[in-house]
């Protein structure tokens, strides 16, 4: 066959007469003879044209699709199948990479956050706290309310003692527009004020104060960074920052399965949190009351936004009031009627404080 | 065997280009990209692309004879590899600079400077392995010069439009293109770029329509979100109405935008290519605003309503509309063209991939 042959070393045009056998085929280019063994020919479809090159090598030779294939119809068929064998054994490689790749993401990450968050030293723990309650403060400003404030933080420091934990149990009553309370790394505990307006009695905002600080030391929360830090560094890192085909798709399912902490872990923090107070002397039963009556709202359909918040960062509330009422003990009321007033006007705002003083 | 012979060809030979991708042959390429994207976690897009690009090249004719791309998934693979673990050193930094104490966020800031300098490193990087991958007739393209003084250079000319408000935006993307067009090679010859016949290419009128049309409606728009804001029942959390109408609102802004200044994007396009030449070829594109809006139009649809599907047939499209688009003017002697000894890098562009910025 016919064909335009480029030696790889000018862009002159060699016009080449090519000659095919069982195992190669080979033409003139200039003074040399070129001998290409199909096992080394990479094939490139141009239209009507085909482009071949040996691998590794700048010659080039352009001959007419028909011609190649005619060729290759008997001979040069191999040429064919090992581009398609290649092309599946990607594939299937890339697939195992990516099933790799998710299993340590969804198994791997979380089973090895426990372990890690007990390695983690505590001074960097709370050091992380620090820069996250600085960053935390613009959003969630503390309440104004200094005595409800004092009264938290005194109640925190009562806590530790029942508590086997490095770190200092600081309750603060927070400006937020939800029902909710966090702990963050390093012994923070932050309470919003619809969520202490939402506690009816001492016992309720006691429980979840209780099971928030259970959570820091059980060492829940660094487990949790350490959690979402796995997987938004593994699956950004994997998937790029691209926009293209699927690579939304695969950001926003890792996002969705980012829950704060795992199911057992909240079951954990909720006995832990019981425990704490009765060896305390306090009362455990507010957690069943104050959970059913948030989830009462929401099966009677009130979703009032601020509790839904609540509910989805504490899930299965019946039941874990359920589990949390046979574990309750009775015991001292965590405030006086006297703190309990003053905690519950801590968040009212500034005209409330100035006649208390 | 027959003796081979060069085919007879004038010493001074005239250019003509030819996009001749067969559009409806991308759709196929796309389903294909796509689906397998899903099932690799995404891994596959290396191949992907280069398999767009491969096509595109081969699609791509100077005076009957397609162009070769070169590149290999693994070589892009390879360099995405590189570039994590980069972005991985600099996340640590970042993150054991924030245990550090809340002052420490000044240390930042220097990294972020860094980050700047490493955009145009990665643009000049990508470009530079384009290149290298890019042959016709056998005749390896291939990039000098430095990606490193690249980013510094970029670093400063961002820094000056900054300080300019943008006015020297125009100026900035001139300075930006030179390099990358004066350090190009094919085989032993060079590029170059002519600046004086950049500048031939009135680019100012259109920017100061973009800038003042862009500053106009930038306040039409924030004075609408004012208003909304005023309105006593605000809520934009909890009213889907309200929420629709800020994206209503930031979309049309975009459309907006883009609208008035196509006419600058067609200009700057032109100027650049207006400076390219090559042993006595002068280039010229023949594009208006019309026509690159027809191109952006296009394309933002076939990406909104694929879901970013149909990206190969974006670029295949892109790639036609203005290569053939572009008229070589003079004549080369392609015998008296010699292969160079460079062969370019062994990896891909990961950092550009990385930051988004290959242009294909």
Known sequence: MRGKAHDGETAAVHEVEVEVSSWAISFRLGDEVQLWRLSEIEVEPLGDQVRLRRRGQGARLTVAAEDWRAAAAGDAAPVARRHRRRERRLVIGLFIAAAAILLFVFVGVPLASGPLARMTPPLLEESLGETYAAQLQFAFPPCAGEEGQDILHAFGDRLEDGMDTPFNILVEAVEAPMVNAFALPGGRVLITGDLIAEAETPDELAAVIAHEAAHVEQRHVMQAVWRSLGLGMILDAVVGGGTGAGQQVVLLAGSVTELRYSREAEAEADARGQEILQALGYSSEGMAPFFRRLAGDEQRGERRAGVMEFLSTHPDSLGRAAASEGRARPGAPAFSPEDWRMIKAACDGAPRRSSSD | ?360
């Open chain 2, 1 to 360: 065997m027959p003796e081979s012979m060069v085919a007879p060809e004038a010493a001074g030979t005239p250019l003509r280009l030819e996009q001749r991708a067969k559009l409806s042959s991308y759709l196929g390429l796309s389903l294909k990209n796509g689906l397998l994207n899903l099932l690799t976690l995404t891994l596959y897009r290396f191949w992907g692309k280069t398999e767009v690009r491969r096509r595109i090249w081969a699609s791509t004719y100077l005076n009957e004879e397609a162009f070769e791309y070169s590149g290999r998934g693994m070589e892009l693979f390879i360099g995405f590899l590189i570039a994590t673990g980069l972005t991985l050193v600099f996340l640590l930094l970042v993150f054991g600079i924030q245990l550090l104490g809340p002052l420490a966020v000044l240390l930042i800031l220097p990294l972020y400077v860094g980050l700047i300098v490493l955009i145009g490193f990665a643009i000049y990087a990508a470009f530079r392995y384009l290149a290298s991958r890019t042959a016709w007739r056998g005749v390896r393209f291939h990039m000098a010069g430095s990606a490193v003084s690249y980013g510094l250079k970029y670093f400063g000319l961002m820094i000056l439009a900054g300080v300019t408000l943008g006015w020297a935006w125009p100026f900035v993307e001139r300075k930006l293109a030179e390099p990358l067009w004066a350090n190009l090679r094919f085989g032993d010859r060079r590029f170059r770029f002519s600046p004086v016949a950049a500048r031939k290419e009135k680019v100012y009128g259109p920017f100061a329509l973009m800038w003042f049309g862009g500053v106009v409606s930038y306040a039409a728009v924030a004075t609408f979100f004012m208003g909304l804001a005023m309105q006593p029942d605000f809520d934009p959390a909890g009213d889907p109405a309200v929420l629709a109408a800020i994206y209503a609102a930031a979309l049309l802004f975009g459309l907006l935008f883009l609208l008035i200044s196509l006419p600058y994007r067609a200009a700057m396009m032109r100027s650049v290519a207006r400076g390219i030449q090559f042993d006595g070829v002068k280039v010229r594109l023949k594009i208006g605003a019309l026509a690159v809006g027809w191109l952006y139009l296009g394309n933002i649809l076939l990406i909104v309503f694929s879901l970013g599907f149909l990206m190969p047939l974006v670029q295949a499209r892109s790639a036609r509309f203005i290569l053939n688009r572009l008229v070589l003017e003079g004549e080369v002697d392609f015998g008296a063209i010699h292969q160079s000894a460079e062969s370019g890098p062994r990896q891909g562009e990961g950092l550009a991939d990385a930051f988004g910025l290959s242009i294909i």
